[in-house]
């Protein structure tokens, strides 16, 4: 065989050199390519504004009131029931045959209206009867004096003896005896007709009646006949701590009026203002209250006695109170303290010391200024430095109640 025979390695070297060749320069390529649009990135990034974090997003909702200075009513709540200013048992004063009554159940009489009536025939007899024995002792007595002035007359001419004309005297005095029990068993005769008509001792409310028609009926009946109770005005009793007194008595002193509010037992619906009357003469050791009476006017008849009601006694008013909402306040180990929502968008615990409550408001003294914010609702998640975002109450309701429902989803 004619030429030389060339190696496969030797042949493939210009190959493998021209490939390599090609690989560098595609590397180079795309390593400027590369940092070329990573410098276009940079440089378009600076120049566009940044985009907004996402607001409120490691942030707690919540609700929050503003710190305001107001007149406070100073107000203490008790338990209290009416009672009826006066109660009367109507029972009649003569036994008899009831014949009518006058009244109908539950209406307001007055003092001294007729109720009912009881059969006065025998009393009339025996009025009459009384009557006729006081005539005739009458009669007799003018006689007797008659008879005495003659006696005196013949005395003095020595026509008649002394004795006879002093026993006639003696006469006369009898029968003025006999005359004055007449007029006397007459009278006592005339005011049993009259009991006989039994009128209302005090005025107020009828009760139900206890005796009927053609019942018979004495002063001694247990029941009676009806039962009344005054109710204009009604009387309201409850008991307050006694620290309270000084104040009470001080206000009852000058004359100035303690208002009294009468709230059905739920504290929904306000029944009737009053004012306090007076206070007892004693404080209730086992208790360390002591009880109050408060008078109603009652003109609607709404009131009852035995009515358990709530009730409110404004004892002042502090003017000028720097107060927060009911809901604002919280109590911790310290005591109370309320959450300030601060400019940083964060919350502050502030310890304060509780006053007088007013309306859902209360007031308040510490580390609190008027025009604070206070956290109102969602209270429960903070804690002192949390990072807060107040929103309205509502949609701060809707999304506590929504919370559980994605921690549910959580997988």
């Given at each position: 065989m004619s030429g030389e025979l060339v190696p496969m390695n030797v042949a493939a070297a210009p190959v493998r050199k021209r490939r390599r060749r090609w690989?560098?320069?595609?590397?180079?390529?795309?390593?400027?390519?590369?940092?070329?649009?990573?410098?276009?990135?940079?440089?378009?990034?600076?120049?566009?504004?940044?985009?907004?974090?996402?607001?409120?997003?490691n942030a707690l909702p919540v609700s929050a009131a503003t710190v305001a200075e107001r007149d406070l009513r100073v107000r203490v709540q008790a338990i209290g029931s009416f009672i009826a200013a006066n109660t009367a048992l109507v029972r009649p004063q003569v036994g008899g045959t009831l014949t009518a009554l006058h009244f109908k159940e539950g209406q307001q009489v007055r003092a001294g209206e007729l109720l009912a009536q009881i059969d006065a025939r025998s009393f009339t007899a025996a009025l009459a009867q009384a009557e006729g024995v006081l005539a005739r002792d009458a009669a007799q007595l003018e006689n007797a004096r008659i008879d005495l002035a003659r006696y005196q007359g013949l005395v003095q001419q020595d026509a008649a003896p002394k004795q006879q004309a002093d026993t006639q005297a003696a006469l006369v005095r009898q029968l003025e005896g006999t005359v004055q029990a007449d007029r006397a068993a007459a009278d006592s005769a005339r005011l049993q007709l009259t009991w006989t008509k039994v009128v209302a001792p005090i005025a107020g409310r009828a009760g139900l009646k206890q005796a009927d028609l053609g019942n018979v009926v004495s002063p001694t009946d247990t029941t009676g006949i009806v039962t009344i109770t005054q109710t204009r005005p009604i009387a309201l009793v409850f008991a307050v701590p006694a620290q309270h007194l000084p104040t009470i008595q001080m206000r009852l002193r000058e004359?100035?009026?303690?208002?009294?509010?009468?709230?059905?037992?739920?504290?929904?619906?306000?029944?009737?203002v009053g004012e306090v009357q007076t206070a007892d003469n004693a404080i209730d050791a086992s208790t360390d209250t002591i009880k109050i009476k408060a008078l109603f006017a009652n003109t609607d008849d709404a009131l009852f006695p035995n009515q358990a009601v709530?009730?409110?006694?404004?004892?002042?008013?502090?003017?000028?109170?720097?107060?927060?909402?009911?809901?604002?306040?919280?109590r911790g180990a310290q005591g109370p303290f309320v959450y300030v929502v601060q400019g940083d968008g964060t919350v502050a615990m502030r310890l304060v010391e509780r006053?007088?409550?007013?309306?859902?408001?209360?007031?308040?003294?510490?580390?609190?200024?008027?025009?604070?914010?206070?956290?109102?609702?969602?209270?429960?998640?903070?804690?002192?430095?949390?990072?807060?975002?107040?929103?309205?109450?509502?949609?701060?309701?809707?999304?506590?109640?929504?919370?559980?429902?994605?921690?549910?989803?959580?997988?």
């Open positions: 690989l560098m320069l595609l590397l180079a390529a795309t390593l400027v390519a590369t940092l070329g649009a990573g410098l276009w990135w940079q440089r378009a990034s600076a120049a566009a504004p940044a985009a907004p974090r996402a607001r409120g997003a004359h100035q009026a303690l208002p009294v509010e009468a709230w059905d037992r739920g504290g929904q619906r306000r029944l009737a709530t009730v409110v006694l404004q004892l002042d008013t502090q003017a000028g109170a720097v107060t927060v909402p009911q809901a604002a306040l919280q006053g007088a409550s007013d309306d859902g408001a209360v007031a308040v003294s510490g580390s609190v200024q008027v025009g604070d914010r206070v956290v109102t609702d969602g209270t429960d998640r903070l804690r002192d430095g949390a990072a807060v975002e107040v929103i309205d109450p509502a949609a701060a309701a809707a999304t506590a109640a929504s919370m559980p429902a994605r921690r549910g989803h959580k997988r």
